[in-house]
């Protein structure tokens, strides 16, 4: 990967997306350093044009910008990074600096949320017990949801209806992290037989 300073007089934009939801995050520059120790660190770090120095992004807050992957444009001028944000990235205490909602939804949360809860390791937490329990007890539990679901579905009832549905679709996304995939896993095969 070899983006191409000369082009803009030292300096290319930089595209900021969050490697799980897809959201954009920020705009940013930077020169050749800032590049190579973007590179070598993983962590984000942009040229300021203000103050004419390198800075990483998270230096004072601690809401670095983990890098996940780096990719150029078709004219090697514009680098996209994905990255996992250790915080609010915007300054202003924001997900974003275009204060935009979350680009792929509440689930893509909810699913970081379900990872959190497991890697923290709580006993308070109903899903990392769960969890714990092994892919047995997940599986049954989303076996017992889904048949909870069905026997809503032939109700009239549509507030428990949405509510087990919610529940199977909470347990669900469990199983896939036990099973160590998550919901761009299933996306790619659903839009492999869209085809």
């Not at 930077?30 to 044009?49: D, G, H, I, Q, W």
């Amino acid at each position: 990967m070899k983006p191409d300073f000369n082009k803009t007089n030292g300096l290319i934009p930089v595209i900021i997306q969050n490697a799980t939801t897809q959201q954009v995050l920020m705009l940013g520059y930077m020169n050749e350093e800032a590049f190579t120790k973007t590179k070598l660190e993983k962590r984000v770090t942009f040229y300021s044009r203000s103050r004419n120095e390198l800075w990483t992004k998270g230096e004072t807050s601690g809401n670095y910008l983990n890098v996940v992957s780096m990719s150029l444009d078709c004219d090697n001028d514009t680098i996209l990074i994905q990255a996992k944000p250790a915080g609010p990235t915007c300054h202003t205490g924001t997900t974003t600096c275009f204060g935009e909602p979350n680009s792929k939804g509440f689930l893509y949360q909810l699913e970081e949320t379900i990872s959190e809860r497991i890697e923290s390791d709580s006993d308070t937490s109903y899903t990392n017990t769960l969890f714990k329990r092994g892919i047995n007890k997940v599986a049954q539990k989303v076996g017992e949801e889904a048949v909870e679901l069905i026997i809503e579905a032939k109700d009239d009832n549509e507030e428990l209806f949405k509510n087990e549905a919610a529940d199977l679709l909470y347990h669900f996304l469990i199983l896939l992290k036990a099973k160590s995939l998550n919901l761009t896993d299933i996306e790619k095969v659903l839009e492999a037989r869209s085809k």
